[in-house]
């Protein structure tokens, strides 16, 4: 039984040992602690609290006596337990922490750092496939820490089932999209699998939330270089079969952007070139284009390009590896019969296709922008009307029936 005027001392020590923790004064906290402990050594909570700012003093010896004492005073109260546990963490007692976050959760189920806690430590003695399920309910209960993230990252990797990683940080970027280490991270998994187009893309958004995330320009430059053996071997061609492969187009967007910001113009034709394939009534990618052709030395090449979206035939034919029958001209075929449609009227034209056999009704809908209209008789080959313009010359139109 503790007399009045005793209590009086215990709440008032307890309580100013509070104040003092809260507001940083960690010694006095202790000194309050035990003043408060003194005046009533069985009441469990002043040693809970002493536990917690010999812990921010990181004495964690005696951290870890004060919880333990708080538990056998009042084993029913979750937050000795997740003390214990975390203190045990420290001096890498990893067995005794786990058993200490079981039983914090066994009292309190909804709180996210216990399950945090427990698979650290589960992670330490290499139980990966229960570190997996707690990790997996901390971030049901906290989806926006991402170091549970990171965490579970490593425990898919440990039993090999990266591609699970994959989708992790995915959902945290839908619910994050604006935290820059959620896509650095992706793109470190994406990196590991080989999946450079993918990883590109995922390191340029982070990118674009925060130009200086660490290490970030080392991994673009290591996925860029990578990235060019890959797109070599797959040999990009204007050849209809290619294009069931599935490509992510915004990526060669956004490597063409990188280039001309390190001023490697060369470098950013082909990239650039395969995005208007895939966007070819994108007007601003023309001017890009011409742009890089003026800091080639190419002024009345760029002109065109900009002003009238006339792509130089060499330049197609250099970074496109146009075959030559996709050519048409007088030296291949000196006895073609062409055609000339005038006015443009006469015929009435489906609308244009793009590369992937789209229907693309803004395709220069603005007749003056629009060269000649013509009916081109190959021998040996093919009938077709089609427009001599830009990149678009190989996407044919066809009259309608």
């Not at 005794?96 to 992670?123: R, V």
């Not at 945290?172 to 604006?178: Q, S």
């Not at 970074?319 to 030559?324: A, D, M, Q, T």
Request: glycine fraction near 4%.
């Amino acid at each position: 039984m503790i007399r009045e005027p005793d209590k009086i001392k215990l709440e008032d020590q307890f309580n100013l040992g509070n104040k003092f923790l809260d507001n940083g004064k960690i010694d006095q906290a202790i000194v309050c602690y035990r003043y408060a402990i003194e005046f009533n050594p069985t009441f469990y909570h002043p040693y809970c609290q002493l536990g917690l700012a010999l812990s921010q003093k990181e004495h964690f010896t005696e951290a870890i006596l004060a919880y333990q004492k708080a538990i056998e005073l009042n084993p029913s109260f979750s937050w000795s337990y997740q003390g214990l546990g975390e203190n045990l963490s420290k001096v890498k007692r990893w067995e005794e922490a786990i058993l200490a976050y079981q039983k914090a959760i066994e009292l309190n189920s909804d709180f996210s750092w216990s399950y945090q806690g427990l698979g650290e430590n589960l992670s330490k003695v290499k139980r990966w496939e229960e570190a997996i399920l707690a990790y997996q309910k901390a971030i049901e209960l906290n989806p926006d820490f991402i170091w549970s993230y990171y965490a579970l990252r490593e425990a898919y990797q440990a039993v090999k089932q990266e591609n699970k990683a994959v989708s992790t940080y995915r959902r945290f970027i839908a619910i994050n999209p604006k935290i820059a280490a959620g896509y650095f991270n992706l793109g470190i998994i994406l990196k590991e699998l080989k999946q450079w187009e993918e990883a590109y893309i995922t390191f340029s958004d982070c990118l674009k939330i925060n130009p200086d995330y660490p290490d970030l320009n080392l991994n673009l430059e290591i996925v860029y270089q990578k990235l060019g053996t890959y797109l070599q071997q797959q040999a990009i061609t204007c050849d209809q079969n290619y294009i069931k492969i599935n490509y992510h187009s915004n990526f060669y967007l956004l490597i063409t952007d990188f280039l001309i910001k390190q001023q490697r113009w060369e470098e950013a034709i082909p990239y650039l070139l395969q995005w208007l394939k895939r966007h070819s009534d994108n007007f601003d990618s023309y001017v890009k284009l011409g742009l890089i052709l003026e800091k080639m030395g190419r002024k009345l090449d760029g002109d065109g390009c900009k002003y009238l979206q006339i792509i130089p035939l060499d330049v197609l034919q250099k970074y496109l590896n146009l075959s030559p029958d996709l050519l048409i001209n007088n030296q291949d075929y000196p006895h073609a019969q062409k055609i000339s449609i005038y006015p443009q009227s006469l015929v009435n034209f489906n609308p244009p296709n793009g590369i992937l056999g789209e229907p693309n009704f803004r395709l220069f809908p603005n007749s003056m922008l629009s060269s000649e209209a013509f009916v081109a008789v190959i021998p040996n080959g093919r009938t077709r009307v089609g427009r001599c313009f830009n990149i678009c010359c190989y996407d044919f139109r066809t009259p309608v029936n």
